[in-house]
C-alpha cells in the first residue's frame, strides 16, 4: 500500500488534462452528459495511466484488461483518456457527436479504438462484462507456481475485466442478474466500479428508488465491497491494487466509488447537471474557461 | 424447376430437433469456440457438452436478459456462444439483443424454441410475433427450417457465418421430411419444393409441409401450385420471389407466425417494389394463440380453428388465382 507522492501528483496532473480534454469535446458538440463524466475523470485516470494492464501501441493486444463502460453516457471521459493514451487522435476531440465522428454520443465498439463495449442501454454492461471474464477461462488457464501466500498452483485469468456503473443503472433488474450469475461463477477477475455521483435525472437517486443499504446489497449477492472516496487518487490506487491482490478469494469485486456529479465545474456541481444544453452548458464552459486556463 | 434433391413425395416426420442436435455436436465437435449457453431450459446438444467439453456450457439461469448479454460478452472475445431458450423469452431480451449483439454484430447463434401458434403453453408461450420482432433489427439474420435435413444442413452453415443468426424453431408437430439426404442448405436461398405455374405459395418452416400438402390438394382440382421454402427469412431471396411474381402472377405466403411483420410483410415488399401481383397471407389473423392438446386431433382442431391446415391454404391459393387478370 502507499503510493509516492510523486506518481499521484503526476496522476492529479493527468485528472486536470483529461477534464479539459472533456471540456474540449463539450465545446465541440455544445452538449454532453458532463454531470456522470465529469464524476469518473479522477477513476479513469487511475485506471488508464496507472493500474490496467495495456498496449499504448495497440488498443486490441489480447492480454490487455477489458474495460467495459455501462454508463456509455459518460464515455466522454473514456475518450479523454483514448486520446491521451494515443489510441485516438488528440484533434478529433471536438468532432463529439458530429456525424462519422469517431466519438459517437455513447461509446461504440466499432467506431473507436480501445473502446470494449457498444453501451447506452443502462443496465447491460455489467452482463457483458460477465461473459468477458468467463470467456477468460474457456481456453488454456495460465498457472502461477505455489508462493508462501498461495501454497498450490492457482489459475491466473489471461486478463481481468473492470466494469463501470453508475449508481442510477443499478436500478435496472439486469445489473441483479449479472452480480448473481458472476458470484455463481466466482469470478474474481471481475471488478465492479460503481460511479455514486448520488443523483439521475429525476433527482437524488435515493429519493428516485431508493439504493441503500447499497454496499450490503452487493455483499448480499456474493461480492466482496469497498468504499473509497472517487475524487481520491491516492485512495481509488490503494483500492484497485487489493482488489486485484485479493484475487483467489473467489469473489467478484465491487467498489463503491463516492463521487459528485460535474466534479470540476461548480456551476454543474451545483446544479448536479445530468446532460447539459443551452444555457445549462454554456454556464458551465465559461466558469471552466476561467477555472481550466 | 424443383430445386435439387427435393423428395418427390413427402416422406415420415421427423423432429427437427435431432437435425439441429447433430448440427451442433458436428460443428462444435470441429470448432472448439463453439459454446453453449443455456437459460435454464437446456441445450439440443447438452449431453454431448456434458461428457466433452464441461467447460464450454454457460448455465446462466432464468435470466434472460442477462443471457443474451454474456452472449455477447463470450462472443467479444472470439467465442460462438449458441444461446437456447424460448421464443417467448425474445421479448424480454430483445433490447438486450439489439444493443449488445446485433449493434456489434457479436458472432451469437441464438435458437429460440416453441414458436409460432401450435402448443399446450397458451398466449404466454406460443409466441407469434419473434419473427416480424427479429426482422426488425439490423445486422440480424432469420432461419427457419423446414425439416429435419434442412434443419441440420443448416447449421454448419450458419456457425461458418460471421455474425449474429436467429434459429427458429417451432412448437409444431414433426414436418414431413421434405430433402433428400444429399440436400445443400444455402443461407439467403430459397427452394422450389414442388413446381407449378398457376400460383406460388411461399411458406417457411413447418408450413412447408402444410404447403405442399396443399398443391397437392389443388393439383386435384387442376390448379398447379409452385411451392417455395423460404428457409432463410432474412436476408430475403428476393430474385425468387419476382420471378415467381411474374412466372405464377400470383403468390400466397403461409407462416406459423402472425401476418403482422413476418414472411407475408417480407415478401409483399418484395412484390410491390419489384413487380405486382395478387398476394394473400395466411397466418395468424394479428391475434394471439390458444393452447391446444398435444395429439394429432388436438394440433388439426388448433390448425382449424385459426385457418392454417392445408384446405385453408388451398383456399387462399383459389381465391388469389381469381384475381388474377
Known sequence: MGHSPELIRKLEDMAVTLRKDCLTEFEGSRAGHVGGTMSIVDLVTVLYFHHLKINPRDPDWPGRDRIILSKAHACEALYAALAEIGFISKEKLPTFYQLGSPLQGHADRWCTPGIEFSGGSLGEGLSHSLGVALAAFMEKTVYEPPSPRYPTYRALPKYRAYCILGDGECQEGQVWEAAMAASTYRLDNLIAIVDYNKYCIDGPVNDVIRMEPFADKWRAFGWWVAEVDGHSIGQLCDILDL????????RPKCIISHTVKGRGVPFWEERHTHSARGPEMEGGLKQAAGLYK | MVSKNVRKELGAPEAVLAGVQRGIIEAASRNPKILAVMSDLGHPAIEWFRQNAPNRMVELGIAEGNASTACGGLASE???????????????AYNQIRQCICVDRFNVKIFLASAGYFGAGGISHNYVEDIAAMRALPNMVIVNPADIVEAEKAISVIMDYFGPVYYRLEA????????????EFELGKATVVRDGGDATIVSTGFMVTRSIQAADLLRKEKIDAQAINMSTIKPIDEEIIVKAAKETGAIVTVENHSVVGGLGEAVATVIAENHLAPLSRVGLDDEFSQSGVITNEGIDQLGTHYHLMPEDIAVAVKKTVAKKR
Open chain 2, 172 to 183: 409444431s408437430p414433426p414436418p414431413a421430411r421434405i430433402f433428400e439426404n444429399a440436400y
Open chain 2, 78 to 92: 472470439g467465442y460462438i456462444p449458441t444461446w437456447y431458450t424460448l421464443a417467448f423469452c425474445l421479448g424480454r
Open chain 1, 243 to 250: 482488489a486485484v491482490n485479493l484475487y483467489g478469494d473467489g
